[in-house]
């Protein structure tokens, strides 16, 4: 069995501020759901305010600073990747397809073979 760390949030300011995030976030979700009266600007405005501040509240906890730090590093290694050509692309899009039409083509005649053998040779149904 592997062993993996699993982090928690063990101090109470951080859970405070992420409980705190999530209360801002659903206000956010209520506000847009009860201002229905309201034009659309204000209504979107009010909930793109609430994930706003409850992902400014969120980014000072811990928590918060580590999933920025990955999300950092994630980007980051993005950009490193060697992304494929065009032409690479097309040729392997085309071996994809020429290996599911011949993996269609190969189960089609098992299938076949089968049925008539089960069908055909064995119970005589024909």
Do not use: C, H
Not at 11 to 24: M, N, P, Q, S, T
Not at 58 to 80: I, K, Q, V
Not at 97 to 124: E, N, P, R, T
Request: hydrophobic share 55%; aromatic share 10%; proline share 1%.
């Amino acid at each position: 069995m592997s062993q993996q760390n699993i982090q928690t949030v063990n101090r109470a300011a951080d859970r405070l501020k992420l409980g705190l995030a999530v209360l801002i976030l659903a206000a956010g979700i209520v506000a847009y759901s009860v201002l229905i009266d309201q034009s659309v600007y204000v209504r979107v405005g009010v909930f793109i305010a609430g994930v706003v501040v409850a992902a400014l509240i969120a980014g000072f906890s811990d928590t918060g600073r580590r999933t920025l730090a990955f999300a950092r590093e994630a980007y980051n290694e993005t950009r490193r990747v060697v992304w494929p050509t065009r032409q690479e692309t097309t040729r392997m899009t085309a071996i994809v397809f020429a290996f599911v039409v011949a993996m269609g083509a190969l189960l089609w005649v098992a299938d076949k073979l089968l049925g008539w053998i089960i069908y055909g040779l064995l119970l005589g149904w024909n």
